[in-house]
């Protein structure tokens, strides 16, 4: 291929992630460069002595790109289950000339409740694109993930987000898979386009593109030490998947089949063991002591026009289900990739006849046909609310570029729901297109469903003095400290944004600290 026309990072070889965790166990990802054993070694940080081993296979000629996710401890005799809240020092060793080719660590969850630690922070962010138009990576973006890595330590991160866009398909422009001339390069044999490609091509493909986007040192870094908790959006599958009704022709199929399965080789098989078919929908929760977190699937089963659809029923009753087994946590997370509050009906409407296609202003909650499931998700929420006024709740996005942090009243003052939006970690559109966002983001000031029987009046959060940028331009990750004084005490929340100057994390935004029934 010619390197003319191509990323100019070389492609990733040996990686590991942290992902599912809990008091007694924790999920690793793994991809490496070359099938085969590989011996994983395990200790908590402050007992060397303790290590503990078991070996995973990773089969020749695979379809998941070498790789792999593997639960410690496994079934093996002489593995005691984790201790809760410790920290473990990992390593991968392959088995046939003994090299290390991983190391990371984690930590573990609480074993209940009253256990959970005081204070720690969760983190969210989203849209990893780190290149130029040429495929060169952006130095600001290597600075901001190393600033990133200083920001979540400082803060005693325990989970991070990442709410879609980890690898984009479609940019930058002139490497594109629905470029013609980039897709000759990488084309398999005897395809002239991306849509005239079986899945298993497509697979492949986007297996290339993860190699790529996933080989910066500060990324990796990153997912090594922190859990991630991914899902996936748009870009993981191309720009606006499911708001523009060509999706729904039969060529498209592939696309979404090929584009799915390559997602979960290098993102939902963190949270998953490895299986032969895919579920319908990527959707999950988990726990951590007294948060518990709901992340949303909205683009598997999203369809565009007069039928349209962001998840599907299944989905829905899985969002009930969650909130009536944890109405007793202190705190909910609900992830939905693409948030709920940006743009008002009016200005969607508008923008989606006048602009190109429309896709872009068709891709929200709150166009068209995806106004029902808006009001769906609202009226559940609110309904969870009016019972438990005293838990936190809070929707997590990213995707628009912008950081953000708004406050719905219900009723005009109570409840109230908080929405915290993280994008992008390395992805900076340019300077207009920010502007854009942030003045849509400010014409948001009521939320009313179609049908008239809920309304809320909508605010952005304030900000304390020297970090009132809200909304927040720029790369940009969030952070949300959690502190709880006592195990029977109402937690308390500062929403914060960050940017970066050259490697050092920047303070932009923080509220004060924000209990349930008022601020």
């Not at 990796?220 to 030490?225: G, N, P, T, V």
Request: with cysteine.
């Amino acid at each position: 291929m010619s390197t003319d026309i191509d990323f100019k990072n070389g492609e990733l070889t040996d990686m590991a992630a942290v992902g599912a965790i809990d008091p007694h166990s924790v999920r690793i990802w793994l991809r490496t460069e070359q099938p085969g054993n590989y011996r994983i070694e395990w200790r908590p940080k402050k007992d060397g002595n303790r290590i503990t081993e078991r070996t995973v296979s990773i089969p020749e000629k695979n379809e998941n790109d070498n790789t792999t996710s593997f639960q410690l401890p496994g079934n093996e005799k002489g593995e005691d289950r984790l201790r809760p809240l410790t920290r473990y020092q990992y390593r991968i060793i392959r088995s046939s000339d003994e090299a290390v080719v991983v190391r990371g660590n984690f930590e573990t969850a609480p074993e209940h409740s009253e256990a959970t630690p005081s204070p720690f922070s969760i983190a969210l962010m989203s849209c990893n694109q780190p290149y130029d138009k040429k495929g060169r990576v952006q130095k600001a973006s290597v600075q901001m993930l190393r600033a990133v890595k200083k920001c979540l330590r400082a803060h005693k991160t325990k989970f991070v987000f990442m709410m879609g866009d980890q690898m984009y398909s479609d940019l930058p422009e002139k490497l594109s898979l629905f470029n013609k001339e980039y897709f000759s390069n990488v084309a398999p044999a005897g395809r002239k386009r991306i849509l005239d490609c079986t899945p298993t091509e497509v697979r492949h493909l986007y297996h290339r593109r993860y190699r790529h986007f996933w080989n910066l040192p500060e990324w990796k870094a990153i997912q090594a030490e922190f859990p991630c908790c991914p899902i996936v959006d748009d870009h993981d599958i191309i720009d606006n998947w499911g708001s523009d009704p060509a999706h729904e022709q039969p060529e498209w199929r592939s696309i979404i089949e090929g584009a799915r399965m390559s997602y979960f080789d290098y993102q939902a098989s963190r949270l998953h063991p490895p299986r032969a078919l895919l579920p319908d929908e990527f959707h999950y929760h988990f726990t951590y002591g007294h948060t518990a977190a709901f992340v949303m699937d909205i683009r598997s089963k999203r369809r565009a026009g007069d039928n349209a659809r962001l998840f599907s029923d299944a989905q829905e009753k899985a969002l009930k289900d969650f909130l009536y087994v944890h109405q007793y946590h202190k705190i909910l997370f609900i992830v939905l990739s693409v948030p709920i509050i940006h743009l008002p009906k009016l200005a969607a409407k508008v923008a989606a006849r006048i602009t190109h296609s429309g896709e872009d202003f068709s891709d929200r909650w709150s166009s068209g046909g995806h106004i029902r499931d808006r009001d769906r998700v609202l009226k559940i929420l609110h309904e969870h609310q009016t019972r438990h006024p005293f838990q936190q709740l809070v929707l997590l996005s990213g995707d628009i570029h912008i950081g953000c942090v708004h406050k719905i009243l219900w009723n005009k003052k109570w409840p109230v729901l908080h929405q915290f939006i993280s994008s992008g970690i390395t992805h900076y559109p340019g300077y207009f297109i920010q502007l854009g966002s942030r003045m849509l983001i400010r014409m948001n000031h009521q939320i009313l469903t179609e049908d008239g029987s809920l309304s809320g009046k909508v605010q952005l959060v304030k900000g304390i003095q020297g970090h009132k940028k809200n909304p927040y331009g720029g790369m940009n990750l969030g952070i949300i400290d959690i502190e709880t004084p006592s195990p029977d005490a109402v937690p308390r929340l500062r929403f914060m944004l960050y940017g970066h100057k050259g490697e050092e994390p920047v303070r932009a935004f923080a509220s004060d600290l924000i209990v349930p029934y008022g601020e």
